[in-house]
């Protein structure tokens, strides 16, 4: 990559078990680029609330949310969201988070508290010598970087996503978070005009990650 090459924002969005995670981490691994798993920040925002025994309604959650400290770790070139100094553990991944978190999601001081967290994560990847941002989502090319350099969407059928879920041991309703994700008020799950779509059914994913990083590659190489 040229040093004088441009901060490069690469946005990927998609639903439940379309692959997002796997697809970042490994183009942050072949780029000097910080990876930031936004699900993993309502999922911890969800455990949160849910350890405080708080219902996924506004007021409480505001008056709830008014008391966390927000922190950012950065550990093998991802960024891991701190609540008070802590990054969560794999209570994140459970049950009750899988079946919680769409609702807490579509709340919208939610969405405001981490929409300013999550814009702020370019300056903690500059601060740390990143050349650029990998950021998976569901609203990262429509709201959060709508003028990221490269916005990719990923799809697959509802059936090869529960598959890929089940394979990992996860329960989860796949098709009734996708539901509720798309069908919500604030930064619904769409894939944005002029991003990139990416059928993934049946494709590898050393496929679909091979397909982006010559995507990122061509943005690199046509860069001012
Ligand atoms: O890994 P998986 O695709 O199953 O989900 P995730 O990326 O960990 O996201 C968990 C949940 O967080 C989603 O079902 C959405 O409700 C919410 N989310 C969101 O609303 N906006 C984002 N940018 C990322 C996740």
């Known amino acids: 990559m040229a040093s004088s090459s441009p901060f490069l924002i690469v946005a990927i969005d998609g639903g439940a078990a379309s692959g997002k995670s796997s697809t970042a981490r490994a183009l942050a691994a072949r780029f000097p680029f910080l990876h930031v798993d936004t699900g993993a920040h309502y999922r911890a925002i969800t455990a949160e609330m849910l350890r405080r025994g708080i219902l996924p309604e506004e007021t409480a959650v505001t008056r709830a949310l008014g008391d966390l400290v927000l922190g950012t770790r950065v550990h093998n070139g991802a960024a891991l969201l701190e609540i008070g100094g802590r990054v969560p553990g794999e209570e994140i991944r459970s049950p009750e988070v ?122 690199i190489a046509t860069a001012p």
């Open 98 to 219: 899988n079946a919680a978190v769409s609702h807490f999601a579509a709340l919208r001081p939610v969405r405001a508290a981490l929409l300013e967290y999550q814009r702020g994560q370019t300056s903690v990847a500059q601060a740390h010598g990143f050349r650029g941002l990998i950021m998976e989502g569901r609203d990262i090319g429509s709201v959060i970087f709508p003028d990221a350099g490269l916005r990719v969407f990923l799809h697959a059928d509802p059936e090869e996503r529960a598959r890929r879920r089940a394979k990992e041991g996860q329960q989860d309703s796949v098709a009734e978070r996708d539901r509720l994700d798309s069908s919500r008020q604030h930064a619904p799950l769409t894939c944005p005009p002029g991003a990139v779509d990416i059928n993934s059914t049946h494709l590898s994913l050393e496929d679909v990650v091979a397909r982006v990083a010559a995507l990122v590659n061509a943005h």
